[in-house]
């Protein structure tokens, strides 16, 4: 099974929770995954029809897919490939983001295993996803300095790294969303407030044209990760796959002359 377009959404100006970083204007959202939002890991990419370039920094770190048929995959497309350790392969998606290649069956329903953040106190970081946030912890390398946690042994897991000083989010940061019950999302605010802990969006609601509203409560954790939590009853609805996903991407990247747009009126679109 491939990755595959879920949705794609566009949008005529900025989020009210910057969705799409800190950009006003049109953008597109398009969600890919190896199966449903509701039982998978799935990526968001946000796209700023504007922005020519973004400045990637240490935070975010890559995703590591335990994948044969993707290692087999980017060899047949001539991808580059560097074996970082027996069997694991490191590649970089366009825009310069790192992904790790297992090159092992899966196991399980989902390949993504493992995303991970950069962060400048290890102990801080893990109190914070596990003591304040109520990650489980499965493994913890003082001398590697790195902690893996996660909510369930069947999902996606979060791997912490040390950096080994400031945690440095260049201009194309994005965030790590999970979904809850919403009645727990006032909570979780509450918890934030009482711990005098970063609340970047209080509670609020998300429109999509034509689909569901989301309710939202957007934190930061001890090096400014956005980590998003959202309303599971109204998320499961906007969340179905929708059939016609790839022809709205496709039909969007057709439209799309931005480019030409820019290059008429001797313009260049900003380096974020």
Same mark, same amino acid.
């Given at each position: 099974?491939?990755?595959?377009? &879920?949705?794609?959404?566009?949008?005529?100006?900025?989020?009210?929770?910057?969705?799409?970083?800190?950009?006003?204007?049109?953008?597109?959202?398009? @969600?890919?995954?190896?199966?449903?939002?509701?039982?998978?890991?799935?990526?968001?990419?946000?796209? *700023?029809?504007?922005?020519?370039?973004?400045?990637?920094?240490?935070?975010?770190?890559?995703?590591?897919?335990?994948?044969?048929?993707?290692?087999? *995959?980017?060899?047949? @497309?001539?991808?580059?490939?560097?074996?970082?350790?027996?069997?694991?392969?490191?590649?970089?998606?366009?825009?310069?983001?790192?992904?790790?290649?297992?090159?092992?069956? #899966?196991?399980?329903?989902?390949?993504?295993?493992?995303?991970?953040?950069?962060?400048? *106190? &290890?102990?801080?970081?893990?109190?914070?996803?596990?003591?304040?946030?109520?990650?489980?912890?499965?493994?913890?390398?003082?001398?590697?300095?790195?902690?893996?946690?996660?909510?369930?042994?069947?999902?996606?897991? &979060?791997?912490?790294?040390?950096?080994?000083?400031?945690?440095?989010?260049?201009?194309?940061?994005?965030?790590?969303?999970?979904?809850?019950?919403?009645?727990?999302?006032?909570?979780?605010?509450?918890?934030?407030?009482?711990?005098?802990?970063?609340?970047?969006?209080?509670?609020?609601?998300?429109?999509?044209?034509?689909?569901?509203?989301?309710?939202?409560?957007?934190?930061?954790?001890?090096?400014?990760?956005?980590?998003?939590?959202?309303?599971?009853?109204?998320? #499961?609805?906007?969340?179905?796959?929708?059939?016609?996903?790839?022809?709205?991407?496709?039909?969007? @990247?057709?439209?799309?002359?931005?480019?030409?747009?820019?290059?008429?009126? *001797? @313009?260049?679109?900003?380096?974020?």
């Amino acid at each position: 099974v491939a990755l595959q377009v &879920l949705r794609h959404e566009e949008f005529e100006e900025g989020c009210k929770a910057a969705c799409n970083g800190p950009y006003d204007g049109k953008w597109s959202k398009t @969600m890919v995954g190896y199966g449903p939002e509701d039982n998978h890991f799935v990526v968001e990419l946000t796209y *700023n029809y504007g922005i020519g370039e973004y400045r990637l920094g240490n935070d975010f770190l890559g995703i590591t897919l335990v994948s044969s048929q993707a290692v087999s *995959n980017a060899k047949k @497309m001539g991808w580059p490939l560097k074996e970082v350790t027996s069997g694991v392969f490191e590649t970089e998606a366009p825009g310069g983001y790192k992904f790790y290649l297992e090159d092992k069956e #899966r196991l399980k329903q989902d390949p993504v295993w493992k995303v991970t953040l950069g962060v400048s *106190n &290890l102990q801080k970081s893990v109190s914070y996803w596990s003591g304040l946030l109520g990650m489980k912890i499965y493994e913890k390398d003082e001398e590697k300095q790195r902690a893996l946690l996660g909510y369930a042994d069947d999902q996606c897991k &979060l791997e912490l790294r040390a950096v080994g000083g400031a945690v440095d989010h260049g201009t194309a940061f994005g965030r790590v969303a999970f979904s809850c019950a919403k009645d727990e999302l006032p909570s979780i605010e509450a918890l934030m407030k009482k711990e005098n802990q970063k609340i970047l969006t209080p509670l609020v609601s998300l429109d999509t044209p034509g689909k569901a509203t989301v309710q939202v409560v957007i934190l930061a954790d001890p090096d400014g990760h956005e980590v998003c939590f959202v309303g599971d009853e109204a998320f #499961r609805e906007l969340s179905q796959v929708d059939p016609n996903g790839d022809k709205l991407l496709d039909d969007a @990247m057709a439209a799309d002359n931005s480019d030409k747009w820019f290059a008429e009126h *001797n @313009m260049k679109k900003v380096s974020a």
